[in-house]
């Protein structure tokens, strides 16, 4: 059975930054797989932030562009999600997922004064 273990979540206040990463179980070829962060506020869908492939194009949200970064260590089976000048509007759950069609069990994030 995979796992996606997600860590680094919690209170930060607007501006601030967070790092949030994932770290995937042993019995997993993590390093062929593309990896994502979604996200998932209340009342609203869960949405796509950030994907990484394996080979380490990435894609970002226009809500996160340029204020976030996913980078990734084959080497120790993380995926992280690097979040800077962080606003209200980031507050959410945090998933992370692997195109294998797994999930992670989620981390909350939540920006406030």
């Known amino acids: 059975q995979v796992q996606l273990v997600e860590s680094g979540g919690g209170l930060v206040q607007p501006g601030g930054s967070l790092r949030l990463s994932c770290v995937a179980s042993?019995?997993?070829?993590?390093?062929?797989?593309?990896m994502s962060w979604y996200r998932q506020a209340p009342g609203k869908e869960r949405e796509l932030v950030a994907f990484?492939?394996?080979?380490?194009?990435?894609i970002y949200a226009d809500s996160v562009k340029g204020r976030f970064i996913i980078p990734r260590d084959n080497a120790k089976n993380t995926v992280s999600l690097q979040m800077n000048s962080l606003k209200a509007e980031d507050t959410a759950v945090y998933y992370c997922?692997?195109?294998?069609?797994?999930w992670g069990q989620g981390t909350q994030v939540t920006v406030s004064s």
């Open positions: 990484i492939s394996s080979g380490g194009g990435r």
């Open positions: 997922h692997a195109q294998a069609g797994y």
């Open positions: 042993e019995f997993y070829t993590f390093s062929r797989d593309a």
